[in-house]
């Protein structure tokens, strides 16, 4: 398999898992804080890339319009697996909907995968109003959550 590969795979040694060809982003590499997953990463024979803008840019858009906690690294591993056409393994949620909505093949590692594609609302803690940021347009509290509700 060709993979596009997130620090829990890297931190947990593949456990048996192996690739034709592994690839990562720097930012993952910047996400292991251990001696032993750095050495892992060293066995691993990664290959580290950016993604190219357009990908990085299609990638950010998928996830504005779904709210997506994803983080830029996450956004950059997936614009890699769609620039290279690599399989994301990856048991990051947030990640795994975010590929599915982008038609990303993705493959869990140690847990589930998902199987539907969900977005996030940011709603009012005080008010219950959909909000894009705080404070609440409505009655101006400076608390929020955001919750997951299935995809249109």
């Given amino acids: ?59 950010k858009e998928a996830s504005e319009k779904i709210n997506s906690p994803t983080s830029d690294v996450d956004e950059e591993l997936a614009a890699l697996a769609l620039d290279k056409d690599l399989t994301l393994v990856t048991d990051d949620k947030a990640l795994q909907n975010l590929s599915m909505l982008l038609e990303i093949e993705f493959e869990a590692f140690m847990e589930t995968e998902i199987d539907e594609v969900l977005q996030w609302k940011r709603r009012c803690s005080n008010c219950g109003s959909e909000i894009k940021k705080v404070p609440c347009h409505r009655c101006s509290a400076e608390q929020s959550e955001l919750k997951a509700y299935p995809y249109n």
């Fill in 1 to 59: 398999m060709k993979a596009a590969v997130d620090s829990n795979i890297i931190i947990h040694s593949r456990r048996g898992k192996t690739f034709e060809e592994a690839y990562t982003v720097p930012g993952v590499l910047n996400e292991l804080e251990t001696e032993k997953a750095k050495r892992n990463a060293d066995t691993m024979n990664l290959e580290t890339q950016m993604p190219s803008e357009n990908s990085i840019e299609e990638v």
